[in-house]
């Protein structure tokens, strides 16, 4: 299958500073990226999907401003929480597609800890 | 709206026994189903998908779920496991209106396979 490398696996950073998290598709053009937050021992929520060249559609509850979604290129897009705060703690997962295929292939995650 | 209920949040199994985790859902429209599979902090795999035809569908090792449109089910079994199958499994249903559509993820399963 294809590879979506997800980078870094994980990070530390101090509350109020911004962290960026990379998703790249390594072997395929990702026309759509896809940003997903898990809680401990519970599912995956959809914050927003983004098309390349456009902006990111959120999902609803998922503040814009805060974590902000850049999809500049066929193979790679950015997402950074900003003035991040303990409870944005989580594993965050990157999805990838090409054009209408049917299946979206993940990145490993990313472990984020704001202490 | 779309749901997906995975009704066990935990299933033990001694190893080479039979396991089946079950997935229902909810849609107004037809779908695709997927399950997937998590390992401890890492990202999603694909196990098997149904996007059409045969109402079985398999994967590379040995897992196996049936799409039942009146129960509005779609279960994944094994009929033998192993310990490497100790794992987070996720049951999600996109729209199947051409192409593909975001994901919407039930709560997983926790398989843990004891010797």
């Known amino acids: 299958g294809a590879v979506v490398s997800q980078h870094p696996s994980r990070v530390i950073c101090k509350s109020g500073t911004s962290v960026k998290i990379e998703c790249r598709s390594l072997?395929?053009?990702?026309?759509?990226m896809f940003w997903y937050r898990q809680f401990p021992k519970q599912s995956l929520m959809l914050m927003a999907t983004?098309?390349?060249?456009?902006?990111?559609?959120?999902e609803q509850g998922v503040e814009k401003d805060k974590f902000l979604i850049n999809h500049a290129s066929l193979t790679l897009s950015t997402l950074t929480v900003t003035s991040a705060h303990p409870e944005d703690s989580s594993f965050y997962i990157c999805?990838?597609?090409?054009?209408?295929?049917?299946?979206?292939?993940f990145g490993q995650g990313t472990r984020l800890t704001v202490v | 709206a779309q749901s997906v209920t995975q009704l066990d949040s935990q299933v033990p199994v001694f190893e080479e026994a039979p396991v089946e985790l079950r997935c229902n859902y909810s849609?107004?429209?037809?779908?695709?189903l997927f399950w997937y599979v998590q390992y401890p902090n890492q990202g999603l795999q694909l196990l098997l998908k149904?996007?059409?035809?045969?109402?079985l569908v398999e994967s590379i090792n040995g897992f196996e779920a049936e799409f039942n449109k009146s129960q509005t089910s779609f279960h994944l079994r094994k009929p033998s496991v192993h310990i490497s199958d100790t794992a987070e499994y996720f049951c999600?249903?996109?729209?199947?209106?051409?192409?593909?559509?975001?994901?919407?993820f039930g709560a997983g399963t926790r398989l843990a396979v004891h010797p």
């Open positions: 983004s098309n390349e060249g456009s902006k990111a559609t959120y």
């Open positions: 999805s990838a597609l090409e054009g209408t295929n049917t299946e979206a292939f």
């Open positions: 072997d395929f053009q990702a026309t759509t």
């Open positions: 149904y996007l059409s035809g045969s109402t």
């Open positions: 849609s107004s429209v037809s779908v695709y």
């Open positions: 999600a249903v996109s729209e199947g209106s051409g192409g593909y559509n975001k994901l919407i």
